[in-house]
C-alpha cells in the first residue's frame, strides 16, 4: 500500500472519528424519562462488560454458574450493586429480569 493511500485511510478514520458524538453530547439522564412520563429510564438494555481474561478462566466461570446453577450475569449485577448501588427509585428487583435460570 502506498504512502499517499495510508494517508487516505488514515485522513478518512480521522474525520470520521470526529463526527462521533462525544459523552458530553449524549443525554445520560435516564431518570428523565420517567419525569416525563416517557417510560425509556425502565426499559432493559444489554450491556457488555469489556474486560479481558484468558479463554479458560472464562470456560471456569462458565462452568461454575452452571454446577452452582447461577448465571454469570446474576454475579455481575450483585458485584456492580454492591460496588456502586443502585440509582434513586431504583431496588434490586429492578434490575433482575424474571427469565428461566440456568
Do not use: C, H
Not at 487516505?8 to 458530553?24: F, I, T
Not at 446453577?69 to 424474571?98: K, N, S
Amino acid at each position: 500500500m502506498s504512502k499517499k493511500s495510508q494517508a487516505d485511510r488514515l485522513k478518512a478514520m480521522v474525520s470520521k472519528a470526529q463526527n462521533v458524538a462525544r459523552p458530553s453530547a449524549v443525554n445520560t439522564n435516564s431518570r428523565e424519562n420517567v419525569k416525563t412520563g416517557n417510560g425509556d429510564a425502565t426499559k432493559e438494555v444489554r450491556i457488555n462488560i469489556g474486560t479481558n481474561v484468558p479463554k479458560d478462566v472464562a470456560l471456569w466461570w462458565t462452568a461454575q454458574g452452571k454446577l452452582k446453577r447461577r448465571l454469570v450475569a446474576d454475579v455481575i449485577r450483585e458485584a456492580l450493586i454492591a460496588e456502586y448501588g443502585l440509582p434513586d427509585g431504583f431496588t434490586e428487583a429492578d434490575v433482575y429480569p424474571e427469565r428461566k435460570r440456568v
